[in-house]
């Protein structure tokens, strides 16, 4: 992988980070893209310690012309896109459907599910001008299975899959190749928010009885993004010790 170009969303924190750093030791040049300047910036440093170039875009990926920005930024950089982690998302305030507000209902589909289509729209143009690149998109075990209380995500993340899916159809040929991973609970940032008691309950209900560790998840999206996974092309993997089993 040394010496290719890695965009990775949310790449300030949690999946996005590891990924980045994971992908640094190997040698990629990487664009961390993220809301969070703060963070963002630490993934770069962090990179940059290990050897790679790396850049900083703040974006927003909900806002069109952000996701325009950070693709241009990555060609201006490094001439060309090679990977593509399409993973920044938000959760929700776990409420039962009817209850969700229509602005928490709309923000979701705006980051998870608007996001990961510009990304996909305006990344892939890019990578079918060099000859074709590879792409994870990061759905969720909530987008395997409904997941009572989170409504809106739930769907977003079944849209994740369904889009995966369809493009893996229409671009095997030109040589893109596109899986989405289906993570259960990980200990992330985004989910050590979460009370203690809710956080052990959700361990408990795993079949292997833990949380995911955010390493798990990168050591698959990093296989997935190489070469060792060049036949797995539209497909969704479940990285969620057996919760999508049940
Ligand atoms: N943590 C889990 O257990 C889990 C499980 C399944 C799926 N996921 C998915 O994995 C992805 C990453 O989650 P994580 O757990 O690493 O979370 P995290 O909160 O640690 O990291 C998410 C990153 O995305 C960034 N971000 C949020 N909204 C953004 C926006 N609009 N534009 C740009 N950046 C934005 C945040 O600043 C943050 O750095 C998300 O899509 C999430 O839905 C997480």
Redesign the pocket.
Known sequence: MQGKTAII????????REVALKLAKKGVNITV????KE??EETVRLCKDLGVKAIFVQ????KVEDVRRYVKETIDSFGKIDLFFN?????GSGVKTVECSIEEFNNIVD??LK?VFYGLKFVISEMLKTGGGVVVN?????GVVGIPTLGA?SAT?HAVVGLTKVIAGEYGRENIRINAI?????E????MAYPKEAIEQMAESVPMGR??Q?HEVADVVCFLLSEESSYIHGAVISIDGGAAAL
């Open positions: 969303t949310g790449g300030g924190s949690g999946f996005g893209v993220d809301i969070s963070n963002g974006a927003d990926v909900s993973n920044a998302g938000i959760s980051v998870n996001g990061t759905a969720s075990l909530g995500y993340k289906a993570p259960g609970t990980n992330t940032p985004m989910v949380l995911g955010p």
